[in-house]
């Protein structure tokens, strides 16, 4: 067997969910930062995955891209340490809890990111209003996840799995940017990061969360587009931040999904 091989970038939940993953199943990797994230294409990149994002694995012949795709892969290519619960309805909750955090979660956590670490919203006198949305978003969110997590010591009910490695990196995204969990899921977050693998992977996410530090110029210098996708786009729409979105647009620092990169060279 070839080593396994994972495109990833600072602070993403997304690579974060797949290391935490492979750590979790033993599985021996090498992992690197692609040129032209943000700006421009990474050939290396494009030829795991097309969508030019990370994460991407690369097992020998076969590139998987999206983190939920490939949890799915390692977990029946590599069914040894299973992290997946036994029962169907267990399973599917588990990829409920997934869904919620990868989608509408995550966007929140992008809008405190644009907000703390992009200067955005300053300029237009929003930064308030924007703040209260995204904490009551996160009140909401950490208040579902809360009513999942009941009274079970992990989302996946007696045994870690899928479904906490997908919430850990999300909630530690949120206390990052200054909102941290409280009661039953406060302690599960302290929990799930008493566990190796998890610890490991937020020890390197906090390392690599340095560069944010010096990006703030990044987005007036060209050098960084922010990629408004999906629920991004929503999220910042419906807090009210048409105003901050039309001025990333009118300012070239905001981008959607460009479908050429589908085919790029
Ligand atoms: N649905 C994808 C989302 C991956 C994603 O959004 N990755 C971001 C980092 S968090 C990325 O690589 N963006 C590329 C860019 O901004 O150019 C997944 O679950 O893997």
Not at 164 to 188: H, K, M, Q, S, Y
Not at 217 to 232: E, M, P, V
Not at 234 to 248: F, S
């Amino acid at each position: 067997m070839s080593k396994l091989f994972l495109w990833q970038v600072p602070m993403s939940p997304y690579v974060d969910k797949v290391k935490i993953a492979l750590h979790e199943k033993g599985l021996e990797f090498d992992a690197a930062v692609p040129d032209g994230i943000g700006v421009g294409v990474s050939p290396a990149l494009v030829a795991a995955n097309p969508r030019s994002e990370a994460p991407a694995l690369i097992d020998g012949e076969t590139a998987i891209f999206d983190s939920s795709i490939i949890l799915e892969y390692l977990e029946e290519q590599y069914p040894d340490v299973p992290l997946r619960a036994a029962s169907p309805a267990e399973r599917a909750r588990a990829r409920m809890i997934e869904e919620v955090c990868d989608t509408h979660y995550e966007a929140i956590n992008w809008g405190l990111f644009e907000l703390n670490y992009f200067g955005r919203g300053k300029a237009e006198g929003m930064v308030d209003q924007l703040f209260a949305a995204a904490r009551a978003d996160v009140a909401a969110i950490h208040g579902w996840l809360t009513q999942q997590l009941g009274d079970a010591e992990w989302f996946g009910g007696a045994s870690f799995g899928m479904a906490d490695l997908a919430v850990a990196p999300f909630v530690g995204g949120t206390e990052f940017n200054g909102i941290p969990p409280e009661g039953a899921l406060a302690r599960w977050f302290e929990r799930v990061n008493q566990r190796p693998a998890v610890a490991k992977v937020r020890a390197e996410s906090l390392a690599g969360a340095e560069i944010l530090q010096s990006v703030s110029g990044a987005l007036d210098s060209g050098l960084l587009k922010r990629h408004y996708r999906d629920h991004r786009l929503e999220w910042m729409v419906r807090a009210g931040g048409m105003p901050v979105l039309l001025a990333g647009l009118a300012a070239d620092n905001v981008r959607f999904t460009d479908l050429a990169v589908l085919t790029a060279p």
